[in-house]
C-alpha cells in the first residue's frame, strides 16, 4: 500500500539538487519550486551552496525532519543515503531518479533490494529507481517536461516507461487532453503500475477522483492485482485505456533491456484486459485518442452521423466506422427534407451530411440540433470542420462548443486545420474542449471504445464437476503426459462428453472392441505426439480384416504402446484447449478444430475461470464464426454446448491447476451434439 506521504508531503528534500537545471537534481528542483509546492524544500549537495535559493545542506545527516525524499545521486550512494533518512529523518516516502540498479544486472538488483528492506521496514513507499518521478497538484516531482495544467478531471496516468508518458503527453497536451497525476513506476523495485492502481481503487472518491487511468505497461507481475483492481475501478464508473508493449521476440528483449523485466505473454495480458474492461490500445495515437473519446458524452448507441464541410474526409470516416463495426446510417425522413432545405445548394443530408464548403456557423448549429433532436435513429455525432485558411472559423468553433454543452447526444470534433486554423483551435481549447485532428484514428477509436466488454462477472455459477475424483487422478499422476484412460476420466470427472473409446494391445482385443464400438472405426497409435505425421492414423474403418490388418501397421511404428479405437463420427471440427501461464494462471482456448487451428490459426483465448457469457464472448469472436451458424447450407453447430464445454474446460483446470497444457482436438459438433473425439493432457507440478 501507498504510504500518504508520497502523495501528500509536508516537506520535501532533492538529495542531489543542483543549480544546473540540465541535470535531473537541478531540473526536479526547478519543478518543484515552479509549481508552487506549499511546504517546506531542502537539498543536498556537498558540492554547492545556496542551491535556487533552497535552504541547502552539506549532507543528510544535518537535515530536518522530512517527508518524500526525491534521490538524483550515483546508486552506490543510495543504499546509505536511504537508511539515514528512515532511521534518522522519518522519511516514509522515497522517488529514486537514479539509474544504475537492477535494470544493469546483478550488482544493481542487490542495491535496489537493500533499499526497498529499508524503507519497507518503516512502512515506507519507495516509486522508481530509474524513473521520472511523480506529477502531482501537490508537487511536480518530475525532471522531465512537459508539465501539464493538472485538473482532476483529467487523467491518471501510470507508467513502466518515464521517456513514453513524456511523449504520450506532448502528443495528448496540444489537443486539449488534460492530464490529473502522472506516476512513473520505473524499475517497479515495490510499487508498480499494479500498487498504485490498487491505491486509486482503495481510496476512490466519487466525488472527486479521476475518472480516466492511463496505463502503459511493459511487465505485468501481478496479474491478478492488476484484474482485481481495473475491474473494480470500472465498475465504480472509470474508464481505463493500456498500452501492453513487449508483445514479439524483438519487443521482449527491448523491453527486458529498458526494465530489466520479461513481456508476459501477450495472448494472456489480451485476455486479461478483455476480462477487467480494459481498452487496449497499440500506440500512443491510439491511447491519445481513446482517452479523448473516453472524455466526451458517452454513446448509447452504434449509429454515427457524419457532419462535414468537405466530402473526403467523411469518406476515410465512413469506411474507418464501418470496418470498425460501427454504423453510418442513411438519412432520408420529413425532418431531413426540411433541414435540406435550409442549406445551400448542392448540400446533402443523407450521411454524411454534407452543407459544403460555402457553410455557415448558423447552418452548423441548425444541423446538429436537428441530428440531436429530430434524427432518432443516430446515437452520435462526428463533426469535421477545417479551413483552407481564407476564412477564420471561430464562429463555427464556437457553436461547437455551444453544441457539446446542450446537446443530449455525443459530439466529437474533428478539427484538421491545424496550421491554418491554429488560433481558432488555441481559442477551442482554451474553453476546456478536447479535438481530434484525424477522423480515420477517432473512427477505430470510437468502434473500439463501444464495442470494448463491460468486466467480467467475478460471481458466477459453474459447472457442477467431481471434483474429488479430478485431484485423485491428479494426485496420482506424474508429470508428463496423462495416459488415455486418465484422459478419458478426466473428461468424464468435468462432464466433457465424449466419444465411446477403448485401447487395445493385442488384435484379438481390437477385433473383440471392433464389434462393440460398431462399425465404421477411428483407429489412432497411442505414443507419438503427432500421430498423422507418421501414419498413426486410421479412418472409415469398416469391417474385421481392415482392423487387424491397421492395427499390425501401426502397432510397429516406432514409439507405439498401443492403439486406441473410436467410433467414427460425424461433424465440423472444432477445437478446445488450455495453458497454464505463468502469473496469469490458465488461458482457455477456442477455435475451429483439426488442422485448420495450424493454418488459419483462428484461435480466441480466455482468462479462467471463464462464464457463460465469456466463453460465448469467445466463440463470437472468432473469424470463422458464421460457421457456427450453419454457413453455406451446412449443418450449425449447437452454440450452447460448445459454449458449456468451454467452461468445463475451464472449470477442470480450476481444480486441477498442475494441467500445463490440455488440447481436445477435434471436437464434432452438430446441431444436437457436440463431443469430444481427442484430447491430451500434460501434468507439470
Excluded: W
Excluded at 489537443?175 to 476512490?204: C, H, W
Excluded at 446537446?407 to 491554429?422: D, E, H, R, T
Amino acid at each position: 500500500m501507498i504510504n500518504e506521504k508520497l502523495l501528500f508531503p509536508y516537506s520535501i528534500v532533492v538529495v542531489g539538487g543542483s543549480n544546473d537545471i540540465r541535470k535531473p537534481g537541478g531540473r526536479v528542483l526547478k519543478n518543484l519550486i515552479d509549481g508552487k509546492f506549499h511546504g517546506d524544500i531542502y537539498v543536498v549537495n556537498p558540492k554547492e551552496t545556496d542551491i535556487q535559493g533552497q535552504k541547502t545542506y552539506c549532507s543528510v545527516h544535518e537535515l530536518p525532519f522530512v517527508d518524500l525524499a526525491i534521490i538524483a545521486i550515483a546508486s552506490k550512494f543510495a543504499v546509505e543515503t536511504v537508511e539515514i533518512l528512515t532511521k534518522n529523518k522519518k522519511t516514509k516516502a522515497f522517488i529514486i531518479l537514479s539509474a544504475g540498479f537492477s535494470e544493469e544486472g546483478a550488482e544493481g538488483k542487490n542495491l535496489e533490494s537493500k533499499i526497498v528492506e529499508i524503507i519497507e521496514s518503516v512502512g515506507g513507499s519507495l516509486l522508481g529507481p530509474n524513473c521520472i518521478g511523480a506529477l502531482t497538484p501537490e508537487y511536480h516531482g518530475v525532471f522531465t517536461s512537459p508539465i501539464p495544467k493538472l485538473n482532476l478531471k483529467g487523467c491518471d496516468f501510470i507508467s513502466g516507461s518515464g521517456a513514453t508518458a513524456c511523449f504520450i503527453m506532448e502528443a495528448g497536451i496540444p489537443k486539449g487532453l488534460p492530464f490529473a497525476r502522472i506516476f512513473s513506476v520505473g524499475n517497479s523495485a515495490q510499487l508498480g503500475i499494479e500498487e498504485i492502481l490498487e491505491y486509486m481503487d482503495e481510496t476512490f472518491d466519487p466525488a472527486k477522483s479521476p475518472r480516466v487511468k492511463l496505463l502503459y505497461i511493459e511487465n505485468i507481475s501481478r496479474p491478478a492485482m492488476l484484474l482485481k483492481h481495473a475491474r473494480s475501478l470500472i465498475n465504480k464508473g472509470c474508464k481505463i485505456a493500456a498500452i501492453k508493449a513487449g508483445t514479439s521476440e524483438a519487443g521482449k528483449r527491448a523491453a527486458s533491456s529498458h526494465t530489466g523485466a520479461l513481456a508476459s505473454s501477450d495472448a494472456a495480458a489480451d485476455a486479461l484486459f478483455r476480462k477487467a474492461g480494459i481498452v487496449r490500445c497499440y500506440g500512443r495515437d491510439e491511447l491519445i485518442y481513446v482517452a479523448s473519446v473516453f472524455h466526451h458524452k458517452e454513446m448509447k448507441g452504434s449509429n454515427i452521423a457524419i457532419i462535414t464541410h468537405a466530402g473526403g474526409p467523411a469518406v476515410m470516416l465512413t469506411d474507418a466506422l464501418s470496418d470498425g463495426g460501427m454504423n453510418v446510417p442513411h438519412i432520408n425522413s420529413p425532418a431531413a427534407n426540411e433541414l435540406l432545405a435550409t442549406l445551400n445548394p448542392g448540400s446533402s443530408v443523407a450521411n454524411p451530411i454534407d452543407f459544403l464548403a460555402t457553410g455557415t456557423a448558423e447552418q452548423l448549429g441548425n444541423i446538429i440540433d436537428c441530428v440531436d433532436k429530430r434524427f432518432d435513429n443516430i446515437d452520435a455525432m462526428v463533426i469535421i470542420f477545417g479551413t483552407t485558411g481564407l476564412t477564420r472559423v471561430y464562429d463555427a468553433y464556437d457553436m461547437i462548443h455551444l453544441k457539446m454543452k446542450t446537446a443530449g447526444k455525443p459530439i466529437y470534433p474533428v478539427l484538421p486545420s491545424v496550421n491554418s486554423a491554429s488560433d481558432e483551435i488555441r481559442h477551442f481549447l482554451d474553453k476546456g474542449r478536447i479535438y481530434f485532428q484525424d477522423e480515420v484514428l477517432l473512427g477505430y477509436a470510437l468502434a473500439k471504445v463501444f464495442h470494448n466488454p463491460l468486466p467480467a462477472a467475478v460471481d458466477f455459477q459453474r459447472p457442477v464437476t467431481d471434483h474429488s475424483k479430478i485431484r485423485s487422478i491428479i494426485d496420482s499422476a506424474g508429470n508428463g503426459y496423462l495416459a488415455p484412460d486418465a484422459v478419458r476420466d478426466l473428461l468424464d470427472a468435468a462432464g466433457i462428453p465424449r466419444s465411446g473409446e477403448a485401447v487395445v494391445s493385442s488384435v484379438e482385443d481390437a477385433v473383440s472392441i471392433a464389434r462393440k464400438l460398431c462399425y465404421p472405426l477411428v483407429m489412432k497409435v497411442v505414443g507419438p505426439v503427432h500421430k498423422s505425421d507418421v501414419g498413426g492414423v486410421a479412418l472409415n474403418v469398416k469391417n474385421e480384416a481392415t482392423v487387424v490388418s491397421e492395427f499390425n501397421r501401426m502397432i510397429m511404428i516406432p514409439e507405439t504402446t498401443a492403439i486406441l479405437m473410436q467410433p467414427m463420427l460425424s461433424g465440423t471440427e472444432l477445437f478446445i484447449g488450455a495453458k497454464r501461464e505463468e502469473k496469469f494462471g490458465h488461458l482457455v482456448m477456442c477455435g475451429l478444430g483439426g488442422i485448420f487451428i495450424e493454418i488459419l490459426k483462428d484461435v480466441v483465448a480466455g482468462l479462467a475461470p471463464l462464464s457463460l457469457n465469456e466463453a460465448h464472448d469467445m466463440m463470437t469472436r472468432l473469424k470463422g464464426y458464421k460457421v457456427f451458424k450453419g454457413a453455406r447450407g451446412q449443418e450449425p453447430i449447437n452454440e450452447e454446448l460448445f459454449a458449456e464445454i468451454i467452461t468445463r474446460v475451464s472449470a477442470l483446470v480450476e481444480a486441477a491447476p498442475e494441467i500445463y497444457e490440455m488440447d481436445i482436438n477435434p471436437l464434432l459438433g452438430k446441431q444436437d451434439k457436440v463431443v469430444a473425439v481427442d484430447a491430451r493432457i500434460r501434468i507439470e507440478k
